[in-house]
């Protein structure tokens, strides 16, 4: 099914229902996912996680999305309520909150991806849908699903996997698809020890994505089996896809970009250093996420606040931005930023310097405060003259987190302060 229009729109995408599992805890991150789910936690000044799945479904003209709830969601859910409420219900658009609600049994959490695809069959049953499309809701990346939906009808498959070219390092995080010339997949492994290269290549991967396309039909099927199973885990990828690759016709999709062909940007921001790495990775000249494109743009909820504003320039106590990307509401008040990103209403005060950090929104930072290489969690208030990120052993005294690669997390409890756990 050729095409030349890079942003493919048919009515594939149209008789598609979109899953986003937005459940996950996201224990890596530590203590940014106290209270606030995984594809709640806040992402490139002025976002979420979960406005990335959510934006390419909305820019792929999937109009009708589900997004599957469970651990600390109520965050998540006033920001989908807030800032997702435009699709019109009288046209058949609507993006639903499903939330574990114990529709199979009166103890039934969601046990696994699968298991919570399964417990809301007659949802899904409800809107007819012609394909099935399961998300992850906790991966930053811009994708048109119109392409793979329709790579999915094209060759005939009844589920087909997004899959990303990894190195065999790499690889070993992941799930891995073996696949043939024809990009059947003959075999899955997951985090496996020694992972099957391409064909024809000595060290490049297929990994899961965690993007399955499923004709509705064969999901049920496989669902009702599943649960049926003893022992089973209920995951897509531990037993879904390594119970039906040998007797259906399972597809691999790899992401790439439409224009130039080469893998494309994509990001697990499931630890603290992934997560600090990938924000500081928008300040670039010309980083690897444009969220500048107009014609892919990412949606969101913020609220209506003044621009960022820079105050004093004398010689010792300038308000000055380096290397940066400040958000609305912020005040860099005779203070230094450097190399860092500023969500929005945060207020840096005079002789403070911060380089290399991340700051999310609502935070205050007192005078001669120096903050490098950190995460500074939402409402935090610094008072004056703290050091983060110069001392790690200082750091861990004072009961902050320090990552593998260094990266100091403070949130208000860690301070002894009271904090809006609304995040």
Request: charged share 25%.
């Amino acid at each position: 099914m050729p095409h030349t229009n890079p942003r493919f729109i048919s009515r594939l995408t149209r008789n598609t229902l979109a899953l986003i599992l937005a459940g996950g805890r996201g224990s890596r991150l530590k203590h940014l996912t106290a209270w606030r789910a995984k594809p709640a936690v806040q992402f490139g000044g002025k976002f979420r996680i979960i406005d990335f799945p959510l934006s390419n479904c909305i820019n792929s003209d999937i109009r009708r999305i589900g997004v599957l709830t469970q651990y600390k969601a109520h965050s998540l859910i006033l920001h989908i309520q807030k800032g997702w409420g435009f699709l019109r219900g009288e046209f058949g658009e609507f993006i639903e909150l499903w939330p574990a609600q114990q529709r199979i049994a009166e103890t039934s959490w969601y046990a696994g991806t699968a298991d919570a695809v399964f417990q809301n069959l007659d949802i899904i049953r409800d809107h007819n849908p012609e394909y099935v499309l399961v998300l992850a809701g906790d991966h930053i990346y811009k994708m048109d699903y119109g392409t793979m939906i329709a790579y999915h009808v094209e060759s005939g498959a009844d589920m087909t996997v997004g899959c990303l070219e990894v190195d065999i390092e790499r690889a070993r995080e992941f799930g891995v698809m073996a696949v043939d010339a024809d990009q059947k997949v003959t075999d899955f492994a997951e985090k496996p020890r020694d992972p099957e290269t391409i064909p024809g290549s000595t060290d490049r991967c297929l990994a899961s994505m965690g993007i399955y396309v499923f004709n509705r039909d064969f999901l049920f099927e496989q669902l009702t089996k599943d649960a049926d199973t003893p022992g089973s885990s209920h995951d897509f990828g531990k037993d879904i896809i390594p119970n039906v690759i040998q007797r259906y016709r399972v597809m691999a999709h790899t992401f790439r970009d439409l224009r130039s062909g080469e893998q494309a940007y994509w990001r697990d921001v499931g630890t603290l250093d992934a997560f600090w790495e990938a924000n500081l990775e928008l300040i670039g000249v010309t980083p690897p996420l444009d969220l500048y494109d107009k014609n892919w743009p990412i949606w969101t909820y913020q609220e209506q606040l003044p621009p960022a504003k820079f105050v004093f320039d004398d010689e010792d106590r300038r308000g000055m931005a380096v290397d940066s990307m400040v958000s609305g509401g912020c005040v860099i008040s005779g203070a230094v930023v450097r190399h860092s990103l500023l969500f929005s209403n945060v207020r840096v005060n005079s002789y403070a310097t911060v380089s290399d950090s991340v700051i999310l929104p609502d935070v205050h930072i007192g005078r001669n405060c120096t903050i490098r290489n950190a995460v500074i969690d939402r409402f935090c208030q610094i008072e004056e003259g703290t050091e983060i990120g110069v001392d790690r052993e200082a750091d861990l005294r004072a009961g902050f987190c320090v990552s593998e690669g260094g990266v100091t997390l403070v949130t208000p409890e860690m301070l002894g302060q009271d904090a809006n756990h609304v995040r």
